[in-house]
């Protein structure tokens, strides 16, 4: 079914142009980029891979990351004055954010609170420790203001594993997948990359994303390959993933 033992290609040869719908980049706001500087090394290196643009998703999660839109535009804002004093003119960044279904998830729903990736997508996460107990709620709350779910690398969600008809049930309502990038490799783990593998061969995946929060990890991005059969695969999602976005 795998290909891990045929040739191997990078995955980066084929990122060029790509839209990334899932980074922590902005400053300031979470465990990504800590400061400004920090962004701009980011980009840089997102830049010699030819990927430019850019919706930085910081996390929301209550108690730990409050973002909301104020704080996550004033961060959008501050990193697009920096990139015009740099002159870094063909960089395209936008703000959504990743959000953590958790107890204070439909409170946001309910006061607009929500960052949408592209206008009506709602990227949404789980803790990797257990299933979020609401998230079918938070499933049906999305639908109801007319967006879409966008689970974030499902792929990771060692829970599921042993479970994998929740997948499909999570498909049948209607929730898409974002896979990370970097789940192509063993850096969450040989089951996570088993798990981003199968999905990817049962046609589960709707988009992908890098899901970078700092240099080691875009450092290990550069070195992922993958099998030709896997990147006939990836191709038309990563083509999904800019025509959606």
Do not use: C
Request: net charge negative; no cysteine; hydrophobic share 40%.
């Amino acid at each position: 079914m795998f290909d891990f033992f045929k040739k191997k290609i990078f995955l980066v040869d084929y990122l060029e142009g790509l839209i990334d719908i899932h980074n922590h980049i902005l400053p300031g706001l979470d465990d990504g980029a800590k400061n400004v500087g920090e962004s701009m090394d980011l980009i840089k290196g997102f830049a010699d891979i030819g990927v430019t643009d850019f919706i930085a998703t910081p996390h929301i999660m209550h108690n730990f990351y409050p973002n909301n839109p104020a704080t996550i535009n004033e961060a959008l804002l501050t990193l697009k004055n920096e990139l015009l004093v740099q002159k870094q003119k063909n960089i395209s960044i936008r703000a959504a954010a990743e959000h953590m279904i958790d107890d204070n998830f439909e409170a946001i729903m309910e006061n607009d609170e929500v960052m949408p990736l592209g206008g009506n997508y709602v990227l949404v996460e789980m803790s990797y420790l257990q299933p979020s107990i609401n998230f079918n709620e938070a499933i049906i709350k999305i639908s109801s203001k007319n967006h879409f779910t966008i689970l974030a690398h499902p792929e990771r969600y060692i829970y599921l594993h042993n479970a994998y008809g929740k997948y499909e049930e999570y498909k049948k309502q209607g929730v898409l997948f974002q896979l990370n990038l970097l789940s192509l490799s063993d850096y969450y783990g040989k089951e996570a990359q088993k798990m981003a593998y199968k999905l990817l061969d049962d046609g589960f995946i709707d988009f992908v994303g890098s899901d970078v929060h700092n240099i080691r990890q875009l450092n290990s991005l550069k070195e992922v390959q993958v099998g030709t059969k896997m990147m006939d695969l990836l191709k038309p999602i990563l083509q999904k993933t800019n025509n959606s976005f």
